[in-house]
């Protein structure tokens, strides 16, 4: 049995001089990256994600992820305001579910660059992604309607503005 092992090359690193100013210092400084404990570790660690948020936006998965980091920190804390505060809103929680699924669609629909068809195409797709996220958001916040947006931080306010014909089953009878 014969077992091939890909040879790793390891790439010396070089120095590079870099200049700050103190807000951008103090930023990269105070940001928290995980993994990173100093400030070239910081660096190295934006930079590949740079690099790989460049090279992986048509691909679906590794833009759904860099969607989901885009949105981690406005999640975490709408988390922990409302653990402090005793509150839950199910439109919120819903919204920021989809937020990073729809961004994360758009930044990998359009990957064809064929020619008119493919752009057409391309399009066309884009339009039916589109349409079938927003339309389940719809859905899913007109279902909050028909239930008085139970669950939310202000559902008299929400019905009020709502206004967009949601009666409940009871009254289709």
């Not at 833009?63 to 885009?70: G, K, M, Y």
Request: glycine residues 6%; proline residues 2%.
């Amino acid at each position: 049995m014969h077992i091939k092992l890909h040879e790793t090359r390891t790439v010396p690193k070089q120095t590079v001089t870099l200049r700050l100013d103190e807000d951008d210092l103090t930023f990269l400084s105070q940001v928290e990256i995980t993994g990173a404990a100093n400030l070239s570790e910081k660096i190295r660690t934006l930079i590949s994600e740079a690099r790989a948020q460049r090279e992986g936006m048509h691909d679906p998965a590794a833009a759904h992820d860099f969607a989901r980091r885009l949105f981690a920190r406005v999640d975490r804390q709408v988390h922990a305001a409302e653990m402090e505060h005793g509150l839950r809103s199910e439109l919120v929680h819903r919204v920021m579910a989809w937020l990073p699924d729809i961004t994360a669609f758009a930044l990998s629909a359009c990957r064809n660059s064929g020619g008119d068809q493919d752009t057409r195409a391309s399009l066309q797709s884009l339009e039916s992604g589109l349409a079938e996220r927003s339309l389940s958001l719809s859905e899913s916040i007109e279902q909050l309607g028909k239930s008085g947006f139970r669950g939310c931080y202000r559902p008299e306010a929400l019905a009020k503005r709502a206004n967009f014909g949601v009666q409940s089953d009871a009254g289709d009878e």
